[in-house]
Antibody, heavy 117, light 110 residues
Framework: EVQLVESGGGLVQPGGSLRLSCTAS????????MHWVRQAPGKGLVWVSRITTDGKSTSHADSVKGRFIMSRDNSKNTLYLQMNSLRAEDTAVYYC??????????WGQGTLVIVSS | QSALTQPRSVSGSPGQSVTISCTGT?????????VSWYQQHPGKGPKIMIY???KRPSGVPDRFSGSKSGNTASLTISGLHTEDEADYYCCSYVGNYLLSFGGGTKLTVL
């Protein structure tokens, strides 16, 4: 059974940092591109970042470029999102998803990040 | 990276059909046959329903179908079931390995 479990969310002050993790199981993690997508409370889905199978290439939405870093450890079947210089507008549930370059075919249940003083 | 445009809400009765539109531009939906659709029930992670405009993943009922014309993609749900009530999001590849989602449509099954 495919599973993606996000962790690392919580309350952080504006300007602070947080690292999210996503642990994968039930599929060959190293064979899939991975994505982070977020959803502010009561709002829609917003694509954040993606990473290739080998972790050598990443892309980010303009809203997080230069602040967020996406990485993966294929030996640990784990995906990461390092979030720096956090702002109130980064408050959201963050989902990791597996897929390819053009879509995300399985999603986790998400982890909530709240940026507030 | 502008969001794609979806209606805020649609509704239908059990057994009826509904269509949800997703309007983009010639740089996203119009440029690529890489539109996907996601269903999200409250408090849950999204589930893929359609990919590559009209392909259904294994396990998705054939009541769900997708299409595209020009800069607009559509998701049609035939023979509505009560459990289809959810939020639906379209997503398009926009080049440079970037994706863009629509604002979401709330489907109410009356």
């Amino acid at each position: 059974e495919v599973q993606l479990v996000e962790s690392g969310g919580g309350l952080v002050q504006p300007g602070g940092s947080l690292r999210l993790s996503c642990t994968a199981s039930g599929f060959t993690f190293s064979s899939y591109w991975m994505h982070w997508v977020r959803q502010a409370p009561g709002k829609g889905l917003v694509w954040v970042s993606r990473i290739t199978t080998d972790g050598k290439s990443t892309s980010h939405a303009d809203s997080v470029k230069g602040r967020f870093i996406m990485s993966r450890d294929n030996s640990k079947n784990t995906l990461y999102l390092q979030m720096n210089s956090l702002r109130a507008e980064d408050t959201a549930v963050y989902y990791c998803a597996k897929g390819g370059s053009t879509m995300a075919d399985f999603w986790g249940q998400g982890t909530l990040v709240i940026v507030s003083s | 990276q502008s969001a794609l445009t979806q209606p805020r809400s649609v509704s239908g009765s059990p057994g009826q059909s509904v269509t949800i539109s997703c309007t983009g531009t010639s740089s996203d939906i119009g440029a690529y046959n890489y539109v996907s659709w996601y269903q999200q029930h409250p408090g849950k992670g999204p589930k893929i329903m359609i990919y590559d405009v009209s392909k259904r993943p294994s396990g998705v009922p054939d009541r769900f179908s997708g299409s595209k014309s020009g800069n607009t993609a559509s998701l049609t749900i035939s023979g509505l079931h009560t459990e289809d009530e959810a939020d639906y999001y379209c997503c398009s590849y926009v080049g440079n390995y970037l994706l863009s989602f629509g604002g979401g449509t709330k489907l109410t099954v009356l």
